[in-house]
């Protein structure tokens, strides 16, 4: 066996590992951790030349050694560029993915004058559904409505009151 299979075997094992790891048990600390600088925006030296960068290059060569079957001068140049191709995207797809994970969603009992959409009206009754965006997404809550008063599916509205039942306090046309 060639020692860039060797190379990218316990390399893909170590990355495995490591993700396995901080995925069940939480941040390890021998830099395994995210290594992300979201206020400055940019490089920070530990970003790219850590335990992760160091796997990913390892795989990135090796693959491409791999891949090629050759050890040449022309291979091993490709091999370095396919390694550091490897080290900025991965580090680019952690910083999106930390940034995304990061953002505080703001959970609040009270809806005030929310745009809402009718989902289910019973005229009867006088109750229905209408989906509320709450945390970012859709939520169906409870509409209580008043005598006389006539709604349509797919209708806009904007409703008041709380996550459990919610009044309309404006029609949209």
Same mark, same amino acid.
């Given at each position: 066996m060639a020692w860039y299979v060797i190379v990218l075997i316990v390399s893909v094992a170590l990355f495995l590992l490591t993700t396995i790891v901080s995925? @069940? @048990?939480?941040?390890?600390? @021998?830099?395994?951790d995210t290594d992300v600088n979201i206020d400055g925006g940019g490089f920070l030296g530990g970003d790219i030349f850590s335990f992760k960068g160091l796997l990913h290059f390892a795989t990135g060569f090796s693959l491409t050694l791999t891949l090629m079957q050759v050890v040449t001068v022309t291979s091993v140049c490709i091999g370095i560029g396919?390694?550091?191709? @490897?080290v900025f995207a991965l580090y680019f797809l952690y910083k999106f993915i930390y940034t995304k994970s990061q953002q505080s969603l703001i959970y609040s009992d009270e809806i005030t004058e929310m745009d809402a959409e009718v989902y289910f009206w019973n005229d009867n009754r006088k109750i229905g559904e209408v989906f509320v965006a709450l945390e970012g997404r859709p939520v169906t809550v409870t509409l209580e409505g008043a005598e006389g008063m006539k709604l349509e599916k797919g209708q806009k509205i904007k409703v008041s009151g709380n996550r459990k039942s919610v009044h309309p306090v404006e029609f949209i046309i």
């Open positions: 995925l @069940f @048990f939480g941040e390890m600390d @021998f830099d395994i396919a390694g550091l191709v @490897f």
